[in-house]
């Protein structure tokens, strides 16, 4: 069974750092692409970043140029550096991951169970 697990949450100043770390454990053929949502306060859940195998990257607008995601194959980790946080990124932070549990197998969605990021004005 595979499993993400999450680090790296807590609290911060508006201004300030964190990162964020997810590793993907369990047995599995590969990772096809990593990445973070968020889920606001009283909001949906939403893209921050993803990664894929390529190291393709996308960004959601609100967090280009502060955000920066990256990816360690080998160990099956992505990291999410946040700097200049803002009030509004606050909420809790999903890894995700499109996983190939076999060769010539369709990939399936894994989730971690979250992580918060508060953000103090």
């Known amino acids: 069974q595979v499993q993400l697990v999450e680090s790296g949450g807590g609290l911060v100043q508006a201004g300030g750092s964190l990162r964020l770390s997810c590793h993907a454990t369990g047995s599995l053929f590969n990772i096809a692409a990593m990445g973070w949502y968020r889920q606001p306060p009283g909001k949906q859940r939403e893209l921050v970043a993803i990664i894929n195998s390529g190291d393709s990257i996308y960004y959601a607008e609100p967090v280009k140029g502060r955000f920066t995601i990256s990816r360690d194959n080998a160990k099956n980790t992505v990291d999410l550096q946040m700097n200049r946080l803002k009030v509004e990124d606050a909420g809790v932070y999903y890894c995700?991951?499109?996983?190939?549990?076999?060769?010539?197998?369709?990939?399936?969605?894994?989730w971690g169970q979250g992580t918060t990021v508060t953000v103090s004005s």
């Open positions: 995700n991951a499109l996983v190939q549990l076999a060769a010539f197998r369709p990939g399936r969605d894994y």
